[in-house]
């Protein structure tokens, strides 16, 4: 849904998936029977997943380094399914998730993930395949 001209929402429907990097082989993930995101000029605000909503996230600490650039490190894994999940965002990252009933949700340390557990069944990384931030008059 466009409005003038900038993202007001997205839907997304059957088995949908949202996916974010982090580097080559983190990636945030969302998926859901039925996923609603919400922007607010330009920027994405709140995702809805409706229906065995399922989430493999990234939580990260951010330090500065001796030159004062920022390090962003992951810290571990977020693994969570529940029937609904509100995830709010700001500045593109996650800040905050609602589960709207009982979530199973496990926590992994970075360096004890396992490779089979890095993605989400249908985990398919098609970054050709975004869309543009451009939108056409």
């Known amino acids: 849904l466009l409005i003038k001209n900038n993202i007001d929402k997205i839907y997304l429907f059957n ?7 982090h580097d080559s ?12 995101a919400n922007f607010i000029k330009g920027e994405i605000n709140d995702i809805f997943i409706d229906g065995n909503a399922q989430t493999v996230y990234y939580p990260s600490e951010t330090s500065k380094d001796s030159l004062n650039l920022e390090i962003k490190t992951l810290k571990g ?18 800040q905050k ?11 992994t340390p970075i360096d004890q993930i396992l490779t089979k557990k890095l993605y989400l ?12 931030a451009i939108i056409p008059k």
């Open 77 to 94: 894994q977020n693994n969570l399914i529940s029937e609904e999940i509100l995830i709010y965002f700001k500045k593109s990252e996650i």
């Open 97 to 107: 998730i609602k589960f709207i009933d009982q979530p199973d949700a496990t926590f």
């Open 15 to 21: 088995n949908a998936m949202v996916i974010t990097q």
């Open 121 to 132: 069944q249908n985990f398919i990384w098609k970054i050709e395949e975004k869309p543009s």
């Open 25 to 36: 082989i983190h990636y945030d993930q969302l998926s859901g029977k039925k996923i609603t």
